[in-house]
């Protein structure tokens, strides 16, 4: 039985802890032979012998099989070992990809609208009427529709030109206090240096009750919003019209090029449009059965201002996806 004992030590792996068991079983092996020798037993000697050697045979069994289940465990660990992929392991080959320019400005702005407990919505590309124009004061045939060209759908759905709409699904799945910015992709049927057929904007919206927001509160967030996003820039505000907003501004900082004394970029004024704002016109709160509330509400496009971050002279290089543009942005 020590000998037994010590082979199965000996074993290293399942099989050959199988080929020992048959051996040890089989009809020429340890048991056959030692069973055999009962035959010239007599008596008691017989019935102790016989019981010795059943006692060793269900020993040894038990023992085959911790060994045997010891060894599954070790077997499969050395498979996880020899199979296992390191996915940390740094490559020198590895080509990592950055995001795109508008995608990195947007994620730049949602965060920072984000911090300060803006909710950030978000609403569907192709949108109706209602919500697009009729909802934010812009009734059929109002010469206002013509500040944004629109594709227009065959059974009159259209896709959206700007992220307002979104101002008005919030209100009405809302009640106020409302806090929300909305960015997305934006459609308008034009193509030049300056102009894509789809962008993305940025829509913010604060609502409360009257009197609780005004337009000073408009202006002291977005001259901290801009200065986060292009430095240290002189910020001014000058009257402008939205159907939606009244009274409304537009919004630009000194040149971050030339600081103001007038270059290509500026156009010589030495200033950079940026985004359109107001306070949100009583119409629009009318749209939407809010009463006895104030509100304000900005509007920024993202490829101008990834543009002027990332000193893109030509926007439509954008969406050519030439990797010897976006490879700088690694
Ligand atoms: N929706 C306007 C545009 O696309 C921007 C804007 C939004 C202006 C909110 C005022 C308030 O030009």
Redesign the pocket.
Known sequence: METLQKSIEECNSVKELERLRVEVFGKKGYFSKEFAKLKELEGGEKISYAAKLNEEKEKFGELVNAKKTFLEAKEYEDILKRDALDVSLYSKGANIGALHPVMDTMDKITEYFASLNFSVEDGPLVEDDFHNFEALNLPKFHPARDM?DTFYFKDGALLRT?T?PVQIRTMLSQQPPVRMICPGAVFRPDLDLTHTPMFH?I?GLVVDKKGAVSFANLKSILEEFLKYMFGDVKVRFRPSF?P??EP?AEVDISCIFCHGSGCRVCKNTGWLEVL???TVDQNVFNAVGYKNCSGY???MGMERSAMLLHRIPDLRALFEGDLRLLEQFK
Do not use: K, V, W
Request: hydrophobic fraction near 25%; charged fraction near 5%; proline fraction near 0%.
């Open positions: 944004q700007h307002s904007q829509e939205f939606f907003t409304s359109g704002c107001g509400a900005f509007g």
